[in-house]
């Protein structure tokens, strides 16, 4: 079986419609070009992200009944720290409101000013966090995962070779820590390889440098591990995921995605002090350690969440229902970023808008177009997220200028995924019609959740 079917059945409904396309001209130009200032009322497919998108199992909900709404020591925090603890292996757990909270925390506790962060890619709101907090942050991940067409695995890893001359250079007492990702979004949903993190994890003991994971889709990446890392081929989900945290000093989490919420998150570590420290400062921003700025029934969904997503009935289709739509679009001609990885399938902008240069923004005029031709909302993943250097005021320029089709969990069928396909394959015999954007507002940090623009 290729694309296996649902393992779920449909138990309430949400009803969809798609509005005109000349509304929807309109709709877009009044959000300045931007799709996170479109009014999901006006969307038909929602693929901006897959972030708190998540539809929850009746379980779930069940278990949101169950929530106990004391303002400390809720049964709710202990249900999620023991299941936290059992599945990642982490001797601490603080909850968090989403996972730039537990970034906040981390970064304000483990970096001093001047110190560099490496990590495999940069993710916005954590380079925000690491910089606001003094660091220089430094890409360390393989050459591949810069080059769009190249179709190898593992292409989240962390290039040894890097991660060892940035320790020549500065000095491991430079070093604040390794931030690695599973998976690695802005690459596309690139996974790490187990072999990867038990290397990172030896050269960095043997500097003393820590390694905090960013385990935001950590299950995906443990499904990309069993179905093409050898040796893994028998162990189970729960296994690989434990397996992976074992060569980490903590995490950070946006259970917005993994653990199947709409909201919630937490910070991990094995460290006492830090620890300590974390418990210290968690009250300033989110809360009592045992809420972090979530209901108890929050606590209780993301707990049962996590455990539903190592199951691989549900990741297996989870991976493959994305795999669905990029080899559609593949099979059509229209250019991806390969391989398809596990949240999303990312459109090439500069493959797909030759004609237009990365300065004149690509990939945020093709998912204006995407909207006004399809009803389908998608997100930027190019120079405009990349932001300026904070030095030189200058466009950080990625190599990966993309459109990202982000699925939301247990949310749309095959079916839906055919009309997103369709409409993009449409779209693409008539690309040159896309025209280049400007800025006609831009904000000075994470400028692509408000930015305005006006075609040129
Ligand atoms: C890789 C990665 N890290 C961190 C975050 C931040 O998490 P949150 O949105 O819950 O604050 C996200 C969210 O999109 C993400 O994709």
Known sequence: MIYPAEPFRIKS?????????????????EAG??????????????????SGTNAMSDKQWAGMMMGDEAYAGSVNFYHLEATVRELFGFKHIVPTHQGRGAENLLSQLAIKPGQYVAGNMYFTTTRYHQEKNGASFV?????EAHDAT????????????????????KGAKNIAYICLAVTVNLAGGQPVSMENMRAVR??????????????????????YIKELEKGFENKSIKEIVHEMFSYADGCTMSGKKDCLVNIGGFLCMNDD???SQARELVVVYEGMPSYGGLAGRDMEAMAIGLREAMQFEYIEHRIKQVRYLGDKLKAAGVPIVEPVGGHAVFLDARRFCPHLSQEEFPAQSLAASIYVETGVRSMERGIISAGRNKETGEHHKPKLETVRLTIPRRVYTYAHMDVVADGIIQLYKHKEDIRGLRFTYEPKQLRFFTARFEYI
């Not at 479109?38 to 992200?49: A, C, E, F, G, R």
């Not at 190249?150 to 250079?169: R, Y």
Request: glycine share 2%; hydrophobic share 40%.
């Open 13 to 29: 409904v949400e009803t969809v419609s798609m509005i005109p396309r000349d509304e929807r001209l309109k709709k877009m130009e």
């Open 33 to 50: 070009l931007n799709t996170f200032l479109l009014n999901s009322k006006d969307v038909y497919i929602d693929l901006l992200t897959d």
């Open 139 to 143: 890409d360390i991940v393989c050459d």
């Open 150 to 169: 190249l179709n190898v695995p593992f292409k989240g890893n962390i290039d040894l070779n890097k991660l060892q001359k940035l320790i020549d250079e």
């Open 202 to 223: 030896e050269l960095t003991s043997a500097h003393g440098i820590k390694v905090y994971y960013d385990a935001t889709r950590c299950v995906e990446n443990a499904y």
């Open 273 to 275: 002090d830090l620890f």
